[in-house]
């Protein structure tokens, strides 16, 4: 098998082929070249396994009859092919056959015999020498019978060991067969796991569509529209779509539904079928036989040792003995050693040979024939082995190429599965879609705000420009108005000046629904965004701490790789501001614009995820994972929040002893007044009448500037003013200024209460930002507390000291009137003493809030403040990257540019060229070429255009040589031409005469040959033959008669014939001289031999007579003893054979 290659190097090698059903080899001389189809045929011819049942298999890859082997990297003695039978791997295919073992049967050599081998010793008159042949004979015969069965034994054991080699040969075809197998098993395998994982999530999604659809149904029926939003026939969410049409879509999804899970329960089972098939499979080798065999193989070995050496010392024995019998003739036996002594000695070597080595050698025969049955049997179950297991893979391939093709069709049903879910998947979406949108209208307003206030800003800050650049503009007029006159300056535009700029943004959004936060919440609550049923099952209700929950339930989605519709970041809107002061807000107002706008933007993407994402697309691990973390979360929540509350705690008992302390002063207080009454009751005089009547004005007045108290309480927020300015009271101060002189507190924190409390959370941040001036804010609150104490008692107890002062006498009346009243005011204070506390710790909790926002929007900032990092860097890197690549342009274009030139000048110098070639003919093409290089050496001597030169004056000087060869050999041709004529004309002559006397010679050769002879015929003589009245042709002859044609002549030239002819005519090739006999009896015929006759035969023009056989009978009726010729003829050339005439 070889193949001729005209170029290149043609890679030759070995392919070994190995038969997978039987376990045969075959090494074949391949091309790399050699073409698959064509070791396919070779292998036909040899294994008998017809070419469109062959199987190849080099590895993991099939080999395709129509590609050379080249392809395959073979041959290569590092890969062997392997050759599979498909039509044994049918399942009606027939059980291979049992196994032959063909050996060569090597017989056992004759016994000795002294007749059939004489020796010059038999006829010695010592018997010890008579004896000495008979022990060679026997010791000889030994060592064959020995090597006999020693070559037998050797040729069962190569058979076992090429048993043993088949056997492993079908081991590496199962494993090369099970490889093949496992490719497309795991294709199959991860098919049908993105499969199942794709049809789990869908069948999940669909279930809790159908089982939640009349809870969804029922949810959109009870959510009712904004009252701008609705119609006559709009009047809730259900309204959105046909409730008729949507039952009758969920019966043909419920049905639908159900006879897909039962499809797909029916294909999970066939293919948990293969699954089961294919491992079984993978599980049961061959490799357990092949060890065993090998090692009962290595086991026996000592066997055929054990006759080798046996074997060995036979021969050993034989030349002992032959020496001896070699030196008894030529009678060279020294004088210690004498025949008989030599016989004594071989008598025990010819026992042990008989009772031991050979007897040995006969069992390890026995021994090695056992193996070789048993490595028979192995091979045969091996056989049966193999074709089993090839039909197993054959059924399994069968169910893989099944089950890929069912793999479409469950495709295209989970797409129609999934488009015929679509309407319900509507239903589920219309409630968040519903939310989404009333949070984009608060987002939206929000923005507008911001947006709004943005543009206010930049206009303040443009006219601050504007009012810099004119003042700028000034003071350069002012500093040269001395040196330049003003016509100058005016000439140069040094006078004009910046006009202002009007920033004016159109109104828009003016459709807005009014909405407010709050308002999402009571249109589009919650729970139409709520948790399916699985999130229902665990029991995890959405909390305050919710948002963090749906914080990171959206990065774990973000990780699986869910695309959401929209991404509603509204950092990109807010990114690069500063809360700072917006023109007519706050910066208060514009945090709080930011934080809606932004909690806005989270619920609208949070319901955009809802729609696009269910709780039972995800694994049981993911949703457990997310459940965690929630619970996580939601547990370092709570710890803050007992914190938090074990904080306010502390403060509230703090607030408690500082009310106890109050109550004692104003008992104390009590028990004062009421003695100063007694006293005063006892002690009256005459003109205290007048002094009690100017008291109780005094009181009078008193009590109404306690009356305007309660309008100072509600700006009770007072204390951050004092901690703007830096003015913090202590509290210890506050306590003794509440025991001595409660109006002094009352003095110092009365005024300016209300805006500096709205604040309070900015100076939080403020006294943070002062570390030297830091106050706690449970300090803050404290001293809050006292202040607003302090401002609700000071009044009453300025009344009490000046009761006790002015008016010792007063009258019982008087009295008793001005303790209702101060009762009436104490109860009024206290009143508003405890409505202040309940404000206080209202703020409080606003506080709290407020410092829980903060931190959730300073975290915010940070990863604003990150990303934005990050951008820079970004951006940094790609401008160093644009900058390489601008040098790199820059650099390029330069190269082009050069390139571009010289192309310019070299196309210019090939047009001359080109036109110096088109416009010169053949004979001044040279001189052209010479002007050219001519015209050259004026222009600039640069490398191009002088190499170039260069090039054309060589060109030229080339053909100018060639057209003097032209010249040359159109005048040598023209000779020739002549010369040719000459010689054709002569040749043509020559010819004739050649044919001439050519013809002349083949008519005398053919009147040679054509010459009949009449006389004694001989061997490659023409003879004639007439056809006899008797039916025989006999030869025309003149002096020698007897000369007939023999029957195959006869049969020879009349088998064609309709008739046979007159006479015959033909090149003699044999005689056979033959003698008439008389018929001899019948008794007698088997007891002569054959007669002997003479044969004529040529030999280098000489007559050889030869004896034949003839027959006893007389067929030509001539006399007995009659000498004839039986002659066989050739037929001539152009012999026209003629038939009898009618």
């Known amino acids: 098998m070889s193949s001729n290659a005209l170029e290149g190097v043609v890679q030759l090698g070995k392919l070994v082929i190995h038969i997978a059903e039987n376990g045969h080899s075959y090494e074949l001389d391949c091309e790399e070249y050699t073409l698959v189809e064509a070791v396919q045929k070779f292998l036909e011819s040899v294994c008998g396994i017809p070419f469109n049942d062959q199987l190849l298999l080099c590895l993991d890859m099939k080999l395709d009859s129509q590609r050379p082997l080249s392809t395959y990297k073979l041959p290569s003695s590092e890969r062997e092919v392997f050759l599979f039978n498909k039509a044994r791997m049918r399942s009606n295919s027939p059980s291979p056959q049992l196994e032959q073992c063909d050996i060569i049967d090597i017989p056992d050599p004759p016994a000795p015999s002294s007749s059939h081998n004489p020796h010059p010793l038999d006829d010695a008159s010592d018997p010890a020498l008579k004896a000495l042949p008979s022990y060679e004979r026997q010791f000889r015969y030994h060592f064959q019978w020995g090597d006999a069965i020693y070559s037998r034994t050797s040729a069962k054991i190569e058979m076992c060991e090429r048993l043993l080699q088949e056997q492993k040969v079908q081991e590496r075809a199962l494993e090369i067969a099970r490889g093949n197998l496992d490719y497309f098993y795991r294709i199959v395998l991860q098919n049908y796991s993105d499969f199942m994982k794709c049809y789990s999530q869908q069948h999940r999604q669909h279930n809790s569509l159908l089982v939640n659809f009349g809870r969804d149904v029922e949810k959109l029926r009870a959510i009712r529209l904004h009252p701008s939003l609705q119609t006559s026939s709009r009047k809730c969410l259900l309204d959105f779509v046909k409730e008729e049409n949507l039952r009758k879509t969920v019966e043909d999804c419920s049905s639908s539904h159900r006879q897909f899970e039962n499809k797909v329960s029916e294909f999970k089972q066939e293919f948990g079928d293969l699954k089961h098939n294919t491992e079984n499979l993978f599980s049961g080798k061959a490799s357990f036989l092949v060890k065993d065999l090998e090692l009962t193989i290595k086991e026996h070995q000592q066997f055929i040792n054990e006759q080798k050496s046996i074997v060995q010392a036979l021969s050993k024995d034989v030349n002992t003995v032959k020496k001896l019998v070699d030196d008894c003739i030529s009678s060279k036996l020294s004088s210690s050693l004498r025949p008989h002594d030599a016989v004594s000695a071989l008598g025990p070597m010819y026992d042990s040979h008989e009772k031991n080595y050979l007897p040995r050698m006969q069992e390890c025969d026995r021994a090695i024939s056992n193996l070789l049955n048993f490595c028979r049997d192995k091979k045969n179950e091996m056989n049966n082995f193999v074709h089993n297991y090839m039909q197993k893979i054959a059924y399994i391939q069968f169910s893989i190429k099944d089950v890929r093709y069912k793999f479409s069709v469950f495709q295209e049903a989970l797409k129609r599965q999934s488009d015929q879910f679509e309407h319900l998947k509507v239903v589920r979406g219309i409630g968040p879609a519903y939310r989404a949108c009333l949070a984009e209208v608060v987002r939206r307003k929000a923005s507008m705000k911001i947006y709004m206030g943005k543009a206010g800003q930049l206009a303040e800050k443009l006219a601050a420009d504007r009012d810099d650049e004119v003042r700028r503009r000034e003071e350069f007029l002012k500093v040269h108005n001395t040196f330049i006159p003003r016509d100058i300056l005016a000439s140069m535009g040094l006078y004009d000046t910046p006009n202002p700029c009007d920033v004016n943004v159109s109104p828009f959004d003016t ?134 509350g074990k904080h306010l705690q502390s403060m509230l008992k703090m607030k408690q002893m500082q009310c106890e302390s109050y109550e004692k002063r104003i008992k104390e207080l009590e028990q004062r007044l009421s003695d100063q009454y007694l006293r005063g009751k006892i002690s009256a005089d005459g003109d205290e009448s007048a002094v009690s009547t100017a008291k109780i004005n005094d009181n009078k007045s008193d009590v109404s500037g306690l009356e305007e108290v309660p309008h100072a309480m509600e ?300 006389g004694r015929l001989e061997v490659h003589e023409i003879a004639a033959f007439v056809l006899k009245s008797s039916g025989y042709y006999e030869a025309i002859n003149r002096n020698c008669p007897y000369y007939y044609l023999s029957s195959e002549s006869v049969a020879l030239f009349t088998d064609h014939l309709p008739s046979r002819p007159s006479y015959i005519v033909g090149q003699v090739v044999h005689i056979e001289r033959r003698i008439a006999k008389s018929p001899a009896p019948a008794s007698q015929q088997s007891e002569h031999g054959r007669d002997r006759v003479d044969v004529l035969m040529p030999e280098i023009g000489s007559r050889r007579l030869g004896l034949s056989s003839a027959s006893a009978s007389n067929p030509y009726g001539l006399p007995v003893g009659c000498e004839y010729f039986i002659v066989t003829i050739a037929m001539l050339p152009d012999t026209t054979i003629h038939s009898p005439t009618s």
Do not use: W
């Not at 004529?981 to 040679?1008: D, F, G, P, W």
């Open 511 to 644: 459709n807005l629904l009014a909405l407010d936060y709050s308002d999402v919440d009571r249109y589009a609550p919650e729970s139409l965004v709520g948790p399916s049923t699985r999130s229902e099952k665990h029991g995890s209700p959405r909390t305050s701490l919710s948002m963090s929950n749906e914080g990171s339930l959206s990065s774990e989605v973000e990780g699986c790789g869910v695309d959401l519709p929209e991404k509603y970041d509204f950092q990109e809107f807010i990114e690069g501001s500063e809360l700072m002061e917006i023109a007519g807000t706050s910066k208060m107002e514009v945090e709080n614009a930011k934080l809606k706008a932004e909690l806005a933007s989270k619920i609208a993407l949070l319901c955009s995820m809802s729609t696009e994402l269910d709780y039972g697309s995800f694994d049981d691990e993911k949703i457990e994972n997310m459940l965690r973390n929630a619970a996580e979360k939601t547990s370092e929540a709570l710890h803050l929040k007992d914190e938090y």
């Open 715 to 1014: 700006e009770v927020s007072c204390a951050s003013s004092s901690l703007k300015s830096g003015v913090v009271p202590d509290h210890s101060k506050a306590q003794e200024g509440l025991g001595d002189n409660m109006t002094d507190s009352s003095i110092m924190l009365n005024p300016q209460l209300d805006s500096s409390m709205l604040d309070l959370h900015r100076e939080k941040g403020h006294l943070h930002d002062r570390e030297k001036k830091d106050v706690p804010l449970s300090d803050v609150g404290m001293a809050l507390t006292a202040s607003n104490m302090a401002v609700s008692m000071s009044r009453p107890t300025d009344l009490l000291s000046y009761e006790t002062a002015v008016q010792p006498d007063l009258g019982a009346k008087e009295c008793d009137s001005l303790v209702v009243e101060l009762q009436n005011a104490l109860a009024e204070k206290s009143s508003q003493l405890e409505n202040a506390e309940t404000k206080i710790q209202e703020l409080m909790d606003d506080v709290s809030k407020l410092g829980r926002e903060l931190e959730i929007g300073r975290k915010l900032l940070d990863e604003s403040q990150m990303n934005c990092a990050h951008l820079e860097n970004c951006l940094h890197e790609a401008r160093e990257e644009a900058q390489t690549h601008l040098c790199a342009a820059d650099r390029r274009a330069s190269e082009y540019s050069a390139l571009r030139i010289s192309a310019i000048k070299t196309r210019g110098l090939f047009e001359r060229m080109k036109n110096c070639v088109l416009t010169s003919g053949v004979a001044t093409f040279a001189d052209a070429l010479r002007s050219l290089a001519q015209s050259l050496n004026s222009e600039t001597d640069d490398d191009g255009t002088v190499e170039f030169r260069d090039c054309i004056r060589v060109l030229a000087d080339k053909v100018s040589a060639l057209s003097r060869q032209r010249a040359e050999l159109l005048d040598r041709h023209s000779k020739i031409e002549a010369v040719s004529e000459k010689l054709t004309k002569e040749l043509e002559e020559k010819k004739e005469l050649v044919n001439t006397l050519y013809m002349k010679h083949q008519l005398e050769k053919q009147a040679n040959k054509e010459k009949i002879s009449f």
